[in-house]
C-alpha cells in the first residue's frame, strides 16, 4: 500500500527534474524554490483525498452500472479490439472532464473550488465525471489500466516546467505549452484549454489557444488566495472571511510574489 503515492513521487522526481533543467520553458524556476515545504504538504495530503474520494466514486460508478447499464453491452464493448477501446475511452471520458472543467468555470459557486486549483472538492467531481464512462460502459481492465497509466503520466508532463510543443500535434493532444496557458493570468487565455488530454476539444468548442512562439510569463488569479493548506481548503466554503480568521497577510503577500514568479501551477 502506498496510500501518499510516494513512489510516482519519487519517480516523478528522477525523470522531470532533470529535463526541467535541460528543457525548462522557464529556466530561471527554482527545484525548491519559495514554499516548496507548503507544496509538499499539498501533493501529500491532496493526494490521499483525492485518492480515497475517486475510489469512493468508482465503486458507486461500478454498482450503478450494474443496475442501468446492460451487461450484453457491457460485454460487447469489452469484446472490441483494444485499438478501438484505446481510443473510445480517452475520448468518452475528456469529453466528460472538458465540460466538468468548464462548467466550474462558468459557474460562480463552482468556481470557488476551482480557483483553488488543488482543492480535493474540485478534483473529485471533475475526475469524478470522467471516469464514468471508464467504469460503467464495460470497457475491459486492461483498456482501463492503460488508460490511467496515460493519463496519469500526462497530467505530470502537462504541469511540469518543460519546453515540449507536440509540433503538428499540439492541435490534438493537450501539451506542457497547451495547458501552462490555461494556469496563467494572461487576460487573453482567461477560460482556455480545457481538455485534459485531447486539445482537439478546445478547438472543437470553441476554447482552444496557443498562440505561435509565445508562452505565458505569468500564471495565477487575479484575486487574493490564501497559499496555506487549511484556509485555502476552506476559501471555497467562506470566502474573504478566511483573510480575516487566519489573519493570513503574509497569504497575500505570497500571492503577489507568485504570480511575479513564473511557476505553473497544478490542477
Known amino acids: ?65 450494474a443496475w442501468i447499464v446492460p451487461a450484453s453491452f457491457q460485454a460487447m464493448v469489452g469484446g472490441l479490439p483494444y485499438w478501438v477501446q484505446i481510443p473510445a475511452v480517452i475520448v468518452l471520458s475528456d469529453l466528460g472532464f472538458y465540460w466538468t472543467h468548464r462548467m466550474f468555470h462558468a459557474v460562480p459557486w463552482l468556481w470557488r473550488l476551482a480557483a483553488t486549483r488543488v ?20 470497457f475491459s481492465e486492461w483498456v482501463i489500466g492503460v488508460y490511467a497509466l496515460l493519463y496519469q503520466w500526462q497530467s505530470i508532463l502537462i504541469h511540469s516546467n518543460v519546453r515540449v510543443g507536440f509540433g503538428p500535434l499540439r492541435f490534438l493532444f493537450v501539451s506542457p505549452e497547451f495547458h501552462h496557458w490555461h494556469h496563467s493570468d494572461h487576460r487573453e487565455a482567461r477560460d482556455r484549454n480545457f481538455a ?72
Open 196 to 267: 485534459g488530454q485531447l486539445s482537439f476539444l478546445d478547438a472543437l468548442f470553441g476554447s482552444f489557444h496557443l498562440p505561435r512562439g509565445q508562452k505565458p510569463t505569468t500564471y495565477g488569479l487575479d484575486q487574493p488566495m490564501p497559499q496555506r493548506y487549511l484556509p485555502q481548503l476552506l476559501y471555497p466554503f467562506m470566502g474573504d472571511r478566511i483573510f480575516r480568521i487566519f489573519q493570513s497577510k503574509s497569504d497575500t503577500a505570497a500571492l503577489a510574489a507568485t504570480m511575479r514568479a513564473p511557476e505553473p501551477a497544478a490542477e
Open 119 to 138: 482543492h480535493p472538492v474540485d478534483q473529485i467531481l471533475t475526475k469524478g465525471v470522467s471516469l464514468i464512462p471508464v467504469f460503467a460502459l464495460g
Open 1 to 65: 500500500m502506498d496510500p501518499f503515492g510516494l513512489k510516482v513521487i519519487f519517480i516523478t522526481f528522477l525523470v522531470f527534474v532533470p529535463l526541467e533543467r535541460l528543457f525548462g520553458m522557464h529556466p530561471q524556476q527554482k527545484v525548491f524554490r519559495r514554499d516548496w515545504g507548503n507544496d509538499v504538504i499539498f501533493l501529500l495530503l491532496n493526494g490521499m483525498l483525492i485518492k480515497l474520494g475517486l475510489l469512493a466514486v468508482i465503486v458507486g460508478i461500478i454498482f450503478s452500472a
